[in-house]
């Protein structure tokens, strides 16, 4: 919104740096982040006076999960407010990129609203059902990804590009908007699925997003896109406002979220945060890089998928708990080991994305 005071601006004054992306992606991160930091407290005393339990602990998970009990949940309200806000200040509201994807993130958030609030209110693990979840899911990334389709250039449209070798486009055709579909509904999916300790979703999440961001700003400019020879998506920079406003929103969340949480982020804000790397995957052409960046957001979803597959075949169990950072944790590793190896694991998984923007 404030982008329109670049209209005043003469071209050598202080108006003239709201033309920008990074001085406007910057204040975006400050703003995100000073209203985390002075919402958080209170939203999270309004959210434990509703929830009274707080967030209802599975049964059979590990022991020391207990210990939560009463904690409240749902505080992915935190980082989404302070998104939203943040984002129509500082963004362009004339790109359709950015519309694409504040209505992912925030359609995927009202599915994940809609489960926290049945499983507070119900007192029971299980919330909405898997299947309705799944078909809201699929008809919100089915119209971003068409979206998405009208709104990229012609030799780019339905088409798939590849990291490595960058001169080879696939064209999907038709397939591109059931593949953009996988793409989103995936990555909203695996983040909530990483989402199962205090801090360990929320930083591999900034990091997925910071790295994603820095790519929509190359190949958004046609002087980084000729120099690196990537494919050039005009518009897409802008999404570096949206970026920032998540990871700005992101730490101010950590700042209660990390151990022991004093508000977990709950569905409200996986599958958001989830939706959100999807879509600008899908809006910046680099969906193979996502499974790199959000690597550790893949190995958590297979993970899940190869123990209720080997289970329902043999009977038996690969992993002792799935998702694999509960494995770890009945292996005897202690939470914060847990969170601090796998954001490290996320930090070298975004460099080697980055990296394949320079590889020939």
Not at 13 to 18: K, Y
Request: charged share 15%.
């Amino acid at each position: 919104m404030l982008y329109w005071l670049a209209n005043l601006s003469d071209g050598g004054d202080v108006f003239n740096l709201f033309r920008y992306i990074t001085f406007r992606a910057g204040a975006a991160f400050f703003t995100a982040l000073i209203f985390g930091f002075l919402f958080g407290r209170p939203l999270i005393d309004i959210l434990r006076r509703k929830q009274g339990k707080g967030q209802p602990i599975r049964s059979d998970g590990p022991q020391t999960h207990f210990a939560k009990a009463g904690t409240p949940t749902m505080g992915g309200l935190l980082i989404l407010s302070a998104m939203l806000f943040s984002t129509l200040l500082w963004a362009r509201l004339d790109n359709g990129y950015i519309w694409i994807t504040l209505g992912v993130t925030y359609g995927y958030a009202l599915i994940g609203f809609a489960d926290d609030y049945a499983k507070v209110t119900k007192q029971n693990v299980k919330g909405v059902s898997s299947r309705t979840r799944m078909l809201l899911g699929l008809a919100l990334a089915a119209v971003a990804a068409v979206a998405a389709s009208w709104l990229h250039p012609a030799d780019l449209s339905n088409r798939l590009a590849l990291p490595i070798f960058k001169d080879v486009l696939i064209n999907l055709s038709y397939f591109f908007i059931p593949f953009g579909m996988v793409v989103i509904v995936g990555a909203a999916n695996a983040v909530n699925l990483t989402d199962g300790l205090d801090g360990l979703a929320i930083m591999p999440a900034m990091i997925a997003a910071g790295t994603l961001g820095a790519i929509a700003y190359v190949v958004g400019r046609v002087d980084f896109t000729n120099y690196l020879g990537v494919h050039f998506v005009p518009g897409t920079g802008e999404l570096l406002v949206f970026t920032a406003a998540l990871i700005g929103g992101g730490l101010g969340f950590l700042w209660y979220n990390a151990p022991p949480a004093a508000v977990f982020m709950g569905d409200t804000g996986s599958l958001a945060l989830g939706g959100a790397l999807g879509a600008i995957a899908v809006c910046t052409k680099h969906e193979l890089v996502l499974a790199i960046v959000g690597g550790l957001f893949v190995v958590e979803a297979l993970s899940v998928i190869i123990q209720v597959a080997y289970f329902k075949r043999t009977g038996k169990r690969v992993f002792l708990m799935a998702p694999i950072h509960h494995h770890f944790e009945k292996k005897g590793w202690a939470e914060p080991q847990i969170v601090i190896r796998f954001w490290i694991i996320s930090l070298i998984l975004a460099l080697i994305g980055l990296a394949t923007l320079k590889i020939r």
